[in-house]
Nanobody
Framework: QVQLVESGGGLVQAGGSLRLSCAAS????????MGWFRQAPGKEREFVAA????????YYADSVKGRFTISRDNAKNTVYLQMNSLKPEDTAVYYC???????????????WGQGTQVTVSS
């Protein structure tokens, strides 16, 4: 069982940066791949980024590649999403998720956080 709590969301102007954090409970955090997803109002949830259990592999949606960076600190049971050059279309609720396998497919993830709101003003 893994419990996930996101933080770091907020309001930022276009071109600005935010860093999201996702703190995990449980001693087995380092055995899970982690993903970030987002959902904007009226839209389906979409994949943002994923990272392997070791942090050695990462994967990004084309829409965020080159602007967002996913990382993890297994000693702190935390995964991060550094978001730079933010755009209004990045506005969404951002969720972290955990699964045994790194994937872009949200349906594969067993554990989810409650989400944190990111709003980018133009």
């Amino acid at each position: 069982q893994v419990q996930l709590v996101e933080s770091g969301g907020g309001l930022v102007q276009a071109g600005g940066s935010l860093r999201l954090s996702c703190a995990a409970s449980g001693r087995t955090f380092s055995s899970y791949a982690m993903g970030w997803f987002r959902q904007a109002p009226g839209k389906e949830r979409e994949f943002v980024a994923a990272i392997s259990w070791s942090g050695g592999s990462t994967y990004y949606a084309d829409s965020v590649k080159g602007r967002f960076t996913i990382s993890r600190d297994n000693a702190k049971n935390t995964v991060y999403l550094q978001m730079n050059s933010l755009k209004p279309e990045d506005t969404a609720v951002y969720y972290c998720a955990a699964d045994s396998t790194m994937s872009w497919n949200g349906g594969r993830y067993d554990y989810w956080g409650q989400g944190t709101q990111v709003t980018v003003s133009s």
